[in-house]
């Protein structure tokens, strides 16, 4: 799909298998969330800009780079926050914004609850860090806010997403390219991505447990 690239590197594929497993634990499902969302910021900042700089080894000068874009990291809370350590591992200047967004059970809907931002959002690149892309309606919600703040370099991050909310993120928001590392199957009734990995919120933090 057009805009969508897919991380699909055989570490990622192995820890999609335990994120989905419905018998791993909450401690354990933290963890190779963590892990997961480390190789995904090696995928998503492929084409970051750098700048040469000289650096001296212990036995002479050479070339060395320094990254030049300035990285804001926009989790959706609360399952986003899964997602931050793995990135800030290894983008460690990397600010961090929140967006809280919850689906209203009955419409579906996304409902905003808490936004905070680091400053000059226009002149970073942003990227939304969201483990489900189901209908769309977060991801879309996130990104018409983050623009209304000024962003203008947006990339939404996904460990999971739905066709249905590909087609909307796409239609709604052309520019936004998305990450993902599985397109899965379709929606349910609920709302919920098939075959999925159940509610990722709950899985994080351990509230259905
Ligand atoms: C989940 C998920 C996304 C949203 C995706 O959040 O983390 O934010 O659903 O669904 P959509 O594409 O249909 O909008 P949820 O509303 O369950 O809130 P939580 O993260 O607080 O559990
Ligand atoms: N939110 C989740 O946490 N899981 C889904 O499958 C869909 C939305």
């Given at each position: 799909m057009k805009n969508l690239v897919l991380i699909d590197h055989p570490l990622v594929k192995r820890d999609l298998t335990i994120l989905r497993d419905k018998n791993t634990r909450s401690h354990t499902f933290r963890a190779v969330l963590r892990r997961t969302a480390s190789l995904m910021a090696y995928e998503v900042t492929s084409d970051l800009a750098i700048?040469?700089?000289?650096?001296?080894?212990?036995?002479?000068?050479?070339?060395?780079?320094?990254?030049?874009?300035?990285?804001?990291?926009?989790?959706?809370?609360?399952?986003?926050?899964?997602?931050?350590?793995?990135?800030?591992?290894?983008?460690p200047d990397a600010r961090v914004g929140h967006i809280g967004l919850y689906r209203d059970e009955v419409t579906l809907q996304p409902v905003d609850y808490y936004l905070k931002f680091p400053s000059k959002l226009n002149h970073a690149l942003v990227l939304v860090l969201d483990p489900m892309l189901a209908t769309g309606g977060s991801a879309t919600s996130a990104v018409s806010v983050l623009k209304s703040k000024g962003a203008r370099k947006i990339r939404f991050v996904s460990l999971v997403a739905a066709p249905e909310g590909v087609r909307l993120l796409l239609k709604t928001h052309p520019d936004v390219k998305m990450y993902t590392c599985s397109l899965d199957r379709e929606l349910n009734a609920k709302g919920y991505i098939l075959p999925g990995l159940g509610d990722a919120g709950d899985r994080i933090f351990g509230t259905a447990e």
């Open positions: 700048k040469k700089s000289v650096v001296r080894t212990p036995l002479e000068r050479t070339t060395g780079y320094t990254i030049t874009d300035q990285i804001i990291l926009v989790p959706i809370l609360r399952a986003g926050l899964g997602l931050v350590g793995g990135f800030v591992e290894v983008l």
